[in-house]
């Protein structure tokens, strides 16, 4: 058998989580492979809304083994929140959900440090979610951190104590004192002893195994591709690798298992935190997209940018990626435009290409191609026959133009709410 991988196009927020929980019965295993409580996958059915940040989002199919992979960063506390929020829709959790030995945990003066870094920065910031993901990330590599696996050592208090004063250290450094070390330290160690309900397993061997053992698998990124490490928009961009190649990584698998790659978009592009976004839009356009969407941050709350589909950006993530399939997200939120736009080319100095540039500066220009609105509900429709003739020739286009075809389209929020074609 081989791992399926299910990730982001754009910069995030593109539905992931609604796609896994969709796909999931298909699978026996799902796997959470990069990324930390700075991603917010939203899973929406029976009426419930549930949004996860460190577990699966095969957490809620019926007897899926869901594993928290090792390129996973973990912080304990939002870890205990998010089992205490879901236990009662599957009571089997502490069963089904396997964490990876290997995987780095988030401390509190991680997070200290990452509102002290941001401050320091000034108007330069990225805009973190202030999780302690990058600084997690940092002591990961630097091979200063904490691992799960670590809990079970009978001197665990003593090496987080000691990285702990480590970072107070760096924290005076910088002058920061907005924090009170005792607002984070109960609910971490509630944490700890919550996660030491679970099992702590060798993913890497844990996963071939059961790849071995013919279960089917699918690995679900978090964040997108726009915001992976090294090809990105630096640097705005996330702490880990969010592309298809992250996967072995993560997991501890080998590229010839990798199977089909499941390429997720939204019909429009939005963006949280700073950074370039070459399609925003600032007018009442923007503002229509952003009202009918719902587009604010699932992890932060704060209000999401809006734009035009970049074509020039997809179909570099589709490259990046080596994209099968494609996913689309959210075709009900434009209902009602009467046009509709997607960039085909940049214009940089005067001169069109659809190359992405080393750095995505203010004054690129995009190109549009405009294409008449559907102007229909189809939030109720069940198959391709039941889509309005210009949302078919708008796929169309997309597919043709980033030569991956579109195999799914989802119509509104709820997991029924998917047109399978």
């Keep these: 058998m081989k791992i399926d991988v299910l990730l982001g196009l754009?910069?995030?927020?593109?539905?992931?989580?609604?796609?896994?929980?969709?796909?999931?019965?298909?699978?026996?295993?799902?796997t959470r492979f990069q990324g930390g409580p700075n991603a917010g996958h939203t899973l929406e059915f029976s009426g419930k809304k549930f949004v996860l940040h460190t577990i699966p989002s095969g957490i809620f199919t019926n007897g899926a083994i869901n594993l928290i992979g090792n390129g996973v960063v973990l912080d304990p506390a939002i870890f205990k929140s998010e089992i205490d929020n879901i236990i009662d829709q599957n009571p089997k959790i502490k069963e089904l959900l396997k964490i990876s030995k290997r995987a780095n945990l988030i401390l509190p003066t991680h997070r200290i440090l990452d509102a002290a870094n941001e401050a320091a920065k000034g108007k330069s910031k990225i805009g973190s979610t202030l999780k302690g993901i990058g600084p997690c990330y940092t002591d990961k590599i630097s091979r200063n951190g904490l691992r799960i696996g670590?809990?079970?050592?009978?001197?665990?208090?003593?090496?987080?104590?000691?990285?702990?004063?480590?970072?107070?250290?760096?924290?005076?450094?910088?002058?920061?004192?907005?924090?009170k070390m005792e607002d984070?330290?109960?609910?971490?160690?509630?944490?700890?002893?919550?996660?030491?309900?679970?099992?702590?397993?060798?993913?890497?061997?844990?996963?071939?195994?059961?790849?071995?053992?013919?279960?089917?698998?699918?690995?679900?990124?978090?964040?997108?591709?726009?915001?992976?490490?090294?090809?990105?928009?630096?640097?705005?961009?996330?702490?880990?690798?969010?592309?298809?190649?992250?996967?072995?990584?993560?997991?501890?698998?080998?590229?010839?298992k990798i199977g089909e790659v499941y390429g997720i978009f939204k019909a429009y592009c939005t963006r949280v935190g700073a950074g370039p976004f070459p399609t925003e839009l600032f007018d009442e356009t923007g503002e229509k997209l952003r009202a009918a969407g719902h587009e604010f941050g699932a992890t932060t709350g704060r209000p999401r940018r809006t734009g035009w589909l970049d074509l020039v950006e997809l179909k570099y993530s589709c490259m990046i990626n080596g994209v099968t399939q494609l996913i689309v997200t959210k075709s009900d939120v434009m209902n009602d435009f009467d046009t509709i736009k997607a960039c085909v080319a940049y214009k940089i100095n005067g001169k069109e290409t659809m190359a992405m540039p080393f750095d995505i500066e203010e004054s690129i220009e995009p190109v549009y191609k405009e294409f008449k609105g559907w102007k229909t509900d189809i939030s109720n429709a069940k198959s391709d026959k039941?889509?309005?003739?210009?949302?078919?020739?708008?796929?169309?286009?997309?597919?043709?133009?980033?030569?991956?075809?579109?195999?799914?389209?989802?119509?509104?929020?709820?997991?029924?709410?998917?047109?399978?074609?």
């Design 184 to 256: 984070f330290l109960k609910g971490w160690f509630e944490g700890i002893e919550c996660l030491k309900q679970f099992e702590f397993v060798d993913a890497e061997m844990f996963i071939n195994e059961k790849l071995d053992q013919n279960r089917s698998v699918l690995a679900e990124g978090a964040q997108g591709t726009m915001l992976d490490i090294d090809f990105g928009t630096y640097p705005f961009v996330t702490s880990s690798n969010t592309i298809c190649a992250g996967a072995c990584t993560g997991m501890g698998v080998a590229p010839q």
């Design 150 to 179: 670590d809990i079970l050592r009978p001197d665990f208090k003593q090496r987080f104590d000691a990285l702990t004063q480590r970072h107070l250290r760096e924290i005076e450094s910088l002058g920061f004192k907005d924090f």
């Design 386 to 421: 039941e889509l309005p003739t210009e949302l078919i020739d708008y796929l169309a286009f997309i597919a043709n133009f980033v030569k991956v075809p579109i195999k799914i389209i989802s119509v509104g929020p709820d997991r029924k709410a998917t047109i399978v074609r």
């Design 10 to 30: 754009q910069w995030g927020d593109e539905g992931k989580g609604k796609i896994v929980d969709v796909l999931a019965p298909r699978y026996n295993v799902v």
